[in-house]
């Protein structure tokens, strides 16, 4: 009698069971379990498995659950010594090893894109999990960077799990050719398989699944995002901007053209007397200074965030930051751009430099052993301390002699995929200066 096996076709571990089983030439009894309809939830499928998860594998009444262990456990009952799950304790040891990473890592982190999107408890993908997902993207490429599959020469049941999980991401992460050119490699190798033309089934509907709730969701977010009052040169204003992104937060942007003192405007002045950007406008709830409005942003749509942590004694250590980018680092920036902006200075004051030269060491034993300002997690100090030395560097360079934990952690902000604005910005920022200053 053929074993049953639980699944759906969208499900990675599931389609990961079932190509495990032609491998292996083992004949399944397919038993479909609508997720979308939760079925996973009747009173009859909770008592095989009160995790209420596909796939499961019913063996004459022994019950298994996990598609990690369901492979092994079918290699091993079936077609012991099949290359697919190796006998060789290192070998073994090298596929477990990865069907961990595709367990704990990879395929976690879709699932946390996933549940969110199709219980309807979120209308975007958040940026710290794409984050995450690019991270083991580029752990998954150095795995592969010797080997034509994930844990060797010979194809294994851990690249049926890696390679059906990063089938469903695809949909909406996809594998840059360019920049992670050994999977690339690796996907052709997996697509030569004979089980290709269902994974990629599989993957047309995520694909088409997510497009169409990531449109009608962030259709209603358009509708309903808060407004930012910014442009792209203030430090201050992209932070906000950046902050937004990484949380997952769609905002409507409204571009005050400072040059043109559309801060003065009556109109602007009655919501920011300070005529000051950025201004956030909140279903007309009015936040200015960005310090202000990402801690605003953390503390209503995603409370709990890292990124402004609730624990007191890390909180106090961000928010000092906070006050030494506003009162000290954006501070001195904002003396020296002022004058040559909107007063026709040619010159900036040595005192000035002095004084933001200083600020720079202050910041350098900041990040004295710790990866970020405010310790290990990055946080919305982060955000606002990086775009302020983005357009400082364009009069005062950061030397990477002279303060190598600067020099560490910008490499590690370039990493994030607000980089690409940041870069814009501070190439306008440094022909602006250039234009005035010579």
């Not at 814009?424 to 440094?430: K, L, S």
Request: proline share 6%; with cysteine; hydrophobic share 40%.
């Amino acid at each position: 009698m053929a074993p049953k096996l639980y699944w759906i076709l969208a499900s990675p571990p599931a389609r990961a069971v079932v190509f495990c089983a032609k491998q292996l030439g083992i004949e399944l009894d397919l038993i479909e379990v609508d997720i979308l309809k939760n079925e996973q939830y009747k009173p009859e499928f909770l008592k095989i498995n009160p995790l209420h998860t596909v796939p499961v594998l019913d063996d004459d009444g022994f019950i298994i659950t996990d598609s990690h262990a369901i492979m092994p456990y079918l290699v091993s009952k079936y077609r012991k010594g099949n290359s697919l799950y190796p006998e060789d304790i290192k070998k073994r040891a090298m596929v477990d090893q990865r069907l961990h990473f595709d367990s704990g890592t990879l395929f976690a982190n879709h699932i946390r894109v996933c549940m969110p999107l199709l219980n309807k408890r979120t209308k975007a993908i958040p940026e710290d999990i794409l984050t995450a997902l690019t991270e083991a993207y580029c752990v998954l490429e150095g795995f592969l960077l010797d080997s034509k599959y994930v844990a060797g020469e010979d194809l294994t049941i851990a690249d049926l799990s890696i390679w059906t999980t990063i089938t469903n991401c695809s949909g909406y992460h996809p594998v840059e050719k360019n920049k992670y050119p050994k999977i690339a490699a690796w996907l052709k190798r997996m697509e030569a398989t004979p089980c290709n033309d269902l994974n990629k089934a599989a993957g047309d509907y995520i694909r088409d699944l997510f497009q169409s709730l990531l449109s009608l969701s962030n259709s209603h977010q358009r509708e309903m995002a808060p407004k930012l009052y910014w442009i792209l040169a203030s430090p201050p204003a992209r932070a906000v901007v950046f902050c937004a992104k990484q949380l997952g937060i769609e905002l409507d942007l409204i571009e005050v053209d400072i040059l043109k003192k559309e801060q003065y405007k009556p109109e602007f002045l009655k919501l920011n007397p300070l005529h000051t950007i950025p201004l956030l406008d909140d279903d007309g709830f009015i936040v200015t200074d960005s310090h202000s409005i990402m801690s605003y942003l953390v503390s209503k749509y995603r409370k709990g965030s890292s990124f402004y942590p609730e624990d007191i004694k890390k909180r106090a250590i961000v928010d000092q930051r906070l006050y030494f980018d506003s009162g000290t680092l954006f501070a001195n920036h904002i003396r020296v751009c002022t004058p040559i902006i909107f007063k026709g200075a040619k010159t900036i004051p040595q005192d000035l430099l002095t004084a933001q030269t200083e600020a720079y060491g202050a910041l350098e034993q900041f990040l004295q052993g710790s990866k970020y300002v405010a310790g290990d997690d990055m946080t919305i100090a982060d955000f606002s301390i990086w775009t302020t030395i983005t357009n400082s560097s364009d009069y005062l360079p950061v030397e990477e002699i002279k303060y190598p934990n600067i020099t560490s952690w910008l490499k590690r902000m370039e990493a994030t995929p607000n980089n690409d604005l940041n870069e814009a910005a501070a190439e306008y920022i440094r022909n602006l200066f250039q234009s005035l200053l010579y």
